[in-house]
């Protein structure tokens, strides 16, 4: 039966954002809800249960801070847990915190809209229900609605299609003919696992994308033990770093080093992992020199690694830095390249001219296809937001506001939106660091923001046009005085009128975390605060 509920928060999404959240406040004394389009919580990691989907910032860390008793009682099993040990650990959370009670599952946030004379959220969902809510909390996630892409007669295929965020893991994919599409994170982890069960496996690859040896390993039984005295301080590390995980980034440029030392430094940090190689150098996604040396030596690895030199060849990487695209986490993709029952189709030199009931069909050869995999990415940073028909302040629509590049002060708030926050937004490190800790970073701000106005009797609160704006100009000005936007990526968000906006900030999570608590001490600077009477700066 459809709902009708008044509320002090509506949450959209049950994530490692939205149950947070909705714990966080729940804490601090709001009524808040949690509306989920899946039919269960998780988000991400309910979603992405493709074959080889796993994390790549270490579980110990890659996890909630906010509960000393909860990082006691869990015990990772691997030092990058795989997709099913993280959705029962967010299923553990939400039965330990007693969530679900305050979840609708299976149901879509559709609108929402703003009504100035209440100074309260209209929302409704595709079941019919309508909350009326002070605050409207976007927890709908950075990478969570899937791209399709647009590959002629994909629709006449007649076989399976299957997108890596929208798996189904009932179809067998044993002794089948498989064409799959992408080479990202994603279809980097899926390729390798798929290829050991696969009849035939054709990759369909755009643009080769660097990728380290994972170095995953289990996690001895007491290892959580050990780690125990010092995890609080490793979080710690993790808040205040710039990529809100411990491991430090060691000092120096690679210019500096001769070149035996320089192979030495690189060599360690391949074999430390996903984020080593990045680490190796404080200056490689600053200095192109710098970075060369690092991404030469990763192409090595790649000819060391792919027997087939014409595999190798279309494998590596070029005319980007190393690290401007997300680094990929490998494990069997290198291996995969190896197998007789595994081709390498580079679509930019054999593009696909159709897709038949039963292949891909180049202009070279035709594919036997009994599925079609599609790992091939996400509307990154603001799908999720612009699926959702958002109407601020007179009307305007967030769809139509973004269509010029997505604007949010701080990456949290945005002008013309009061009472709207978005968790990890465009303008925040968001994909650009350990999400959990910044999930972690601004639930706690806006739960400390609902409090404070609380308690000065504030019923609104809307981000300063001049103050996004500044906002913006610093995001777009620190993402250019690095190497990032010499890259095509998914980073990057493109006007309507064809400019490119790169979304995530740059500045470090550390830092960022300083400017918002800043700004929250200094009475919320930047945002306009409304009183039930008065209107003050
Ligand atoms: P999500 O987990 O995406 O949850 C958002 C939820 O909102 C979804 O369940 C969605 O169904 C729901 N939703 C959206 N719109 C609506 C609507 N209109 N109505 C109702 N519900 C809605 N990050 C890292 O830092 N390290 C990693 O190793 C890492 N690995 C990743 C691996 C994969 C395969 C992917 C896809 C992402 C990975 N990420 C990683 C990023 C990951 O998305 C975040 O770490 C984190 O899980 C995001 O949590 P969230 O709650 O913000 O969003
Ligand atoms: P992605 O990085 O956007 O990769 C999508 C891939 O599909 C790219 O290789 C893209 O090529 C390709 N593609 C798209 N359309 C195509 C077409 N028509 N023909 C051929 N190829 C096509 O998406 P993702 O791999 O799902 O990863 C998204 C993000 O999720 C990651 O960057 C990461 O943040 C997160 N993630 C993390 C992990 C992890 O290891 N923890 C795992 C998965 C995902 P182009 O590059 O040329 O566009």
Not at 19 to 36: C, I, N, S, T, W
Not at 176 to 185: L, R, V, Y
Not at 275 to 288: F, K, M, R, S
Request: charged share 25%.
């Amino acid at each position: 039966m459809a709902e009708q509920r008044e509320l002090d928060a509506l949450i959209v999404g049950a994530g490692f954002s939205g149950l947070y959240m909705l714990h966080k406040l729940r804490q601090d004394g709001f009524v808040a809800h949690v509306v989920e389009k899946g039919s269960g919580v998780g988000g991400t990691w309910f979603w992405n249960r493709y074959p080889g989907a796993r994390c790549d910032v270490p579980s110990i860390e890659y996890s909630y801070s906010f509960d000393p008793e909860l990082e006691k009682e869990w015990r990772w099993t691997e030092r990058y847990a795989a997709q099913p040990e993280i959705l029962r650990y967010l299923e553990h959370v939400a039965r330990r915190y007693d969530l679900m009670r305050d979840i609708t599952l299976e149901t879509c946030v559709t609108a929402a809209r703003w009504d100035g004379k209440s100074n309260r959220w209209k929302v409704e969902t595709d079941k019919g229900d309508t909350f009326d809510a002070q605050f409207l909390i976007l927890g709908t996630g950075a990478l969570s609605v899937p791209r399709m892409p647009d590959i002629p007669g994909l629709a006449s295929f007649e076989g399976t299609v299957l997108h890596s965020a929208q798996w189904d893991d009932s179809v067998d994919l044993a002794g089948k003919a498989i064409c799959h599409f992408g080479t990202g994170s994603t279809g980097i982890q899926l390729v390798g696992e798929v290829a050991k069960v696969a009849g035939q496996l054709t990759v369909f690859q755009r643009t080769p994308n660097f990728a380290v040896p994972a170095g995953n390993h289990p996690l001895p039984r007491d290892y959580l033990d050990k780690l125990l005295p010092h995890y609080r301080q490793l979080r710690e590390t993790a808040r205040t770093s710039p990529l809100g995980w411990s491991h430090p980034t060691s000092p120096g440029s690679a210019k500096e080093d001769d070149p035996e030392a320089r192979e030495q430094r690189l060599e360690q940090a391949w074999q430390a992992g996903t984020t080593g190689l990045l680490q190796a150098y404080e200056d490689l996604l600053v200095d192109e020199q710098s970075n060369a040396y690092a991404a030469d030596f990763a192409r090595r690895k790649i000819a060391a690694l792919v027997k087939d030199p014409e595999k190798a060849r279309k494998l590596t990487p070029q005319g980007y830095p190393l690290g401007s695209r997300r680094m990929c986490s490998e494990t069997n993709f290198f291996d995969a390249m190896n197998r007789d029952n595994v081709a390498l189709v580079d679509v930019r030199e054999e593009p696909v001219e159709t897709v038949t009931a039963d292949a891909v069909v180049t202009a070279k050869a035709s594919y036997p296809a009994d599925v079609i995999i599609l790992a091939t990415g996400f509307d990154a940073c603001v799908g999720a937001i612009r699926a959702i028909d958002i109407r601020g302040r007179d009307d305007r629509a967030i769809r139509d506001e973004w269509d010029m590049g997505p604007r949010a002060y701080l990456g949290l708030a945005v002008e013309g939106f009061p009472n709207m926050f978005t968790i990890t937004g465009p303008g925040s490190p968001s994909v650009l660091s350990n999400v959990v800790v910044s999930i972690e970073q601004h639930v706690e701000w806006i739960s400390r923001c609902m409090v404070d106005m609380r308690e000065q009797g504030a019923s609104g609160i809307e981000a300063d046009a001049a103050a996004e704006r500044a906002w913006m100009e610093h995001a777009h000005e620190v993402a250019h005085s690095t190497l990032f936007p010499k890259a095509d990526s998914w980073y990057q968000g493109v006007t309507r009128d064809g400019r490119q906006v790169f979304m995530p900030y740059v500045g470090g999570v550390g830092a960022y975390r300083r400017k918002c608590d800043e700004i929250a001490a200094a009475g919320y600077q930047g945002f306009r605060l409304e009183h039930e009477q008065e209107e003050v700066a």
